[in-house]
């Protein structure tokens, strides 16, 4: 895992991003091992404090789960792959939509470009739609979202992904609460 840090973002979430673009290429894979809290901190350079916030942050996210003697491994949640894509392709269209509306493109430019390029990375033509015509017309579907924000109407709304789990008592508070 190569980890190069923006000084923009904290490097903890740097760190978890980085775990969950891993999962998400399936480079790491549910039941795997990561590098203990020290190996990483070492390996990236950075004070152990921030690589245990970041673990502990991946595993109150269920991400990660530590087994006492034995290290942390990535959860073996089912849904926690297709989750951790769905999120990052969210994220990923939202910041190029921003930026495209930033430049000034309207959201049918921003669509027919869009168009394009899916075209394009598939190997057809510039211009050329999935079944051969002009992308000059517009959309072939009728353009509006569903309720999950999705304009294909594939699964995918918010009721059907991965929750993490809800966190209970910190260690402090259960800590004090055995101290009563």
Same mark, same amino acid.
Do not use: C, H
């Given at each position: 895992?190569?980890?190069?840090?923006?000084?923009?973002?904290?490097?903890?979430?740097?760190?978890?991003?980085?775990?969950?673009?891993?999962?998400?290429?399936?480079?790491?894979?549910?039941?795997?091992?990561?590098?203990?809290?020290?190996?990483?901190?070492?390996?990236?350079?950075?004070?152990?404090?921030?690589?245990?916030?970041?673990?502990?942050?991946?595993?109150?996210?269920?991400?990660?789960?530590?087994?006492?003697?034995?290290?942390?491994?990535?959860?073996?949640?089912?849904?926690?792959?297709?989750?951790?894509?769905?999120?990052?392709?969210?994220?990923?269209?939202?910041?190029?939509?921003?930026?495209?509306?930033?430049?000034?493109?309207?959201?049918?430019?921003?669509?027919?470009?869009?168009?394009?390029?899916? @075209?394009? +990375?598939? $190997? #057809? %033509? &510039? *211009?050329?739609?999935?079944?051969?015509? /002009?992308?000059?017309?517009?959309?072939?579907?009728?353009?509006? @979202?569903? +309720?999950? $924000? #999705? %304009? &294909? *109407?594939?699964?995918?709304?918010?009721? /059907?992904?991965?929750?993490?789990?809800?966190?209970?008592?910190?260690?402090?508070?259960?800590? #004090?609460?055995?101290?009563?």
């Amino acid at each position: 895992m190569q980890l190069r840090f923006d000084p923009e973002r904290p490097i903890y979430q740097q760190i978890i991003d980085e775990f969950k673009r891993a999962v998400a290429r399936g480079d790491l894979k549910p039941g795997d091992r990561i590098p203990s809290q020290r190996e990483l901190a070492t390996q990236a350079r950075v004070n152990p404090n921030t690589v245990q916030r970041a673990y502990r942050e991946m595993e109150w996210m269920g991400l990660v789960e530590t087994l006492r003697g034995q290290g942390t491994f990535i959860a073996n949640e089912p849904a926690l792959l297709a989750s951790i894509k769905a999120e990052m392709a969210d994220e990923a269209v939202q910041r190029f939509v921003s930026e495209m509306r930033a430049l000034g493109f309207s959201p049918r430019e921003i669509l027919e470009r869009t168009e394009r390029a899916v @075209a394009v +990375g598939k $190997g #057809r %033509t &510039d *211009g050329e739609n999935a079944d051969g015509s /002009e992308t000059a017309g517009g959309n072939a579907g009728d353009g509006q @979202a569903d +309720g999950a $924000g #999705r %304009t &294909d *109407g594939a699964p995918g709304g918010a009721g /059907e992904r991965w929750q993490p789990r809800q966190p209970g008592l910190s260690r402090r508070r259960r800590r #004090r609460r055995r101290r009563r």
